[in-house]
């Protein structure tokens, strides 16, 4: 085996080092997602909650602005019925008055039962705030180990990839060019021995002609049939 095929050999598995820690980093990422998705459906639900009491409390203000005209209309509709005189009018004041106090209870009714939802909503809006609270605590030591973690990964990678730049530098630039575009077309292994003459990886058959070049030149060849680089062990 030459020297540069030795080269080439720890430049590969230099770069299996890095691909496998760069895995290692892209598996921390579902993590987190996971973790950020929960936090948001619990803020969503608190949100919605206090949407729900804010359109309830509107709802408030608007039946009391309606509450206070009938209230004002009926007083006015009393003094009517004081003031008429003949029984014709007094029938038709009356009834009047009768409906005026039959939209007023039913504007209460529906007052009462909005106040009521406003203080269920309320205890909603709470419950929620606590829970996107507890959840925020529970969730803190799984962000300290996922940073951690993305800590320890990034500075062994840095020191994988600057053991791989070493490492690269006993490979002559067009071989390391090719194997370099192998590597990323395959994103697998790249180099392989070839195995009672036949390609590792494939398993053609070398021609003997050229085995017989590989074992003499050392020269490393391109698989015709896969396409990986092939070396001679003897
Ligand atoms: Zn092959």
Do not use: W
């Not at 030795?6 to 430049?11: A, E, F």
């Not at 770069?15 to 892209?26: N, S």
């Not at 600057?162 to 590597?183: D, M």
């Not at 074992?215 to 698989?223: D, R």
């Amino acid at each position: 085996m030459t020297p540069e095929t030795t080269s080439l050999l720890l430049l590969q598995s230099d770069d299996d080092v890095v691909d496998l820690l760069r895995a290692a980093a892209a598996e921390l990422e579902p993590r987190r997602r996971a973790l950020e998705a929960e936090r948001e459906g619990a803020l969503r639900k608190l949100t919605q909650a206090r949407a729900a009491v804010e359109a309830d409390e509107r709802r408030i203000r608007d039946i009391e602005a309606r509450i206070a005209d009938h209230k004002a209309r009926q007083e006015r509709n009393l003094a009517h019925l004081d003031a008429v005189k003949r029984m014709r009018e007094a029938t038709a004041a009356m009834m009047q008055v009768e409906s005026g106090k039959k939209i007023l209870f039913e504007e209460e009714s529906a007052y009462r039962s909005v106040v009521a939802r406003v203080a269920d909503g309320l205890a909603a809006v709470s419950a929620h705030e606590k829970a996107l609270a507890d959840m925020e605590i529970a969730q803190s030591d799984a962000r300290r180990a996922l940073d951690a973690e993305h800590a320890a990964i990034s500075a062994q990678l840095s020191a994988a990839l600057a053991k791989r730049t070493e490492s690269s530098k006993g490979v002559r630039p067009p071989l390391l060019a090719k194997y370099e575009r192998i590597r990323g077309r395959r994103a697998a292994q790249a180099v392989y021995a070839l195995s009672d003459g036949a390609c590792a990886c494939c398993d053609t058959a070398v021609p003997v002609q050229r085995r017989i070049l590989m074992v003499s030149s050392g020269s490393i060849e391109v698989c015709e049939t896969c396409g990986v680089l092939l070396y001679a062990t003897e």
